[in-house]
């Protein structure tokens, strides 16, 4: 039977500041995913928090973009940004772009990774959430998971790995989309996803099954706003085991603190620092930006879980190398690297306060 798993998210008030989320408004989200469970809507669901992002997790018969589940996602966040209001919390309701719900969550600022799948007879799944950086963040770590034999080693001695993966790669701001194979283009798939800035995986499929192995959300809100409104937190559903790497060689992509873009305002790069659900509070800089890992095994659509995957001292070393980075970087100040390049700046609001200037140049 086809069941879909539906990861829908929203920064919709943050308590403090940018810094996290605020048990009142989790306790709303939550009380409306009961709703939905016992109206039969949902299978199952799960509220959860990275940072100041409520992220939705719902499994359910109902297909991806269904009307009605997106509603539903939709609107919780508004019950949420209500609440949100009344406490005074910082940016309530920021990532809701639009006046109404027209159908459908994408282009209205929530962002989504929805997957259908066929249960198998064991089915671990990993929900990835992201908080102070963009999408295309999972890049590097999917190329790892999917393509790089140093990091999965079932690639190699695996047969249902050995055959490889395709990554559909989306250009967010041409929104076209490309299908390039592993491993005979390699090479060809990194001229693009190596940008993460334009180019972001959608989702990886197995070339043994045809099954699909991993989504991730790929809305950036200022493409869609056309201005600055936060970084876009990404989230991401990766299957494990079977025709797909081992649970231990997708969390193994995390174990370096890859650099991402995002911490303050978004207009820089910081490392991307696994963390435990506890330590998804990201303060210093707004950063450094984090990444949070939950467990689930699939039951007839019934979330069993979650295990706190980064909850282990074996991502210690990531944790203080996304230290010591961060320590780095930010001795630049305003300085690139650390702050990001021009061409990153257009979307940021950095060109209000360059506008007040432009009549001061003049030809040399």
Known sequence: MVRTLSVIKADIGGFVGHSGMHPDVMDVLRKNMDD???????????????????????????????????????????DGTEVA???HLYGAGQDLLVDAFSGNIKGAGPGSAELEYEERPSEPVIIFMGDKTSAGSFNLPFYKMFADPFNTAGLVISESLHQGFAFEVHDVKEHKKIILNSPEEIYDLLVFIGSPARYAVKRVVSRTSNSIACVSSTDKLSEIAGRYVG????????RCQGDFPAVGE????????WTVEGFMRGSHYGPWMPVSLDEANPSRFDGPPRVV?????????????????FDDPSFDNARAEANDISDYLRKH?????????????????MPTV???????????
């Not at 970084?231 to 990766?238: A, E, G, L, M, Q």
């Not at 997708?250 to 603190?257: D, H, I, P, R």
């Not at 890992?293 to 995957?309: E, N, S, T, V």
């Not at 360059?354 to 040399?364: H, M």
Request: proline content about 5%; overall charge negative; charged content about 30%.
């Open 293 to 309: 890992a939950l467990g689930f095994q699939l039951a007839d659509g019934k979330l069993i879980g979650p295990r706190d995957m």
């Open 85 to 87: 209001k009344k406490l």
């Open 333 to 349: 100040g305003p300085f690139e690297p650390h702050r990001l390049p021009l061409d990153e700046m257009e979307y940021t609001t």
């Open 354 to 364: 360059a506008d007040k200037l432009n009549k001061r140049w003049s030809e040399i």
């Open 36 to 78: 939905a469970i016992n109206k039969s809507l949902l299978i199952d669901g799960q509220v959860h928090a990275c940072g100041d992002d409520a992220f939705l997790i719902m499994s359910h018969d109902n297909g991806e973009d269904n009307k009605d589940v997106h509603k539903f996602a939709w609107d919780s966040f508004i």
């Open 231 to 238: 970084k876009d937190d990404p989230t991401s559903i990766v």
């Open 250 to 257: 997708v969390l193994e992509a995390f174990t370096t603190a």
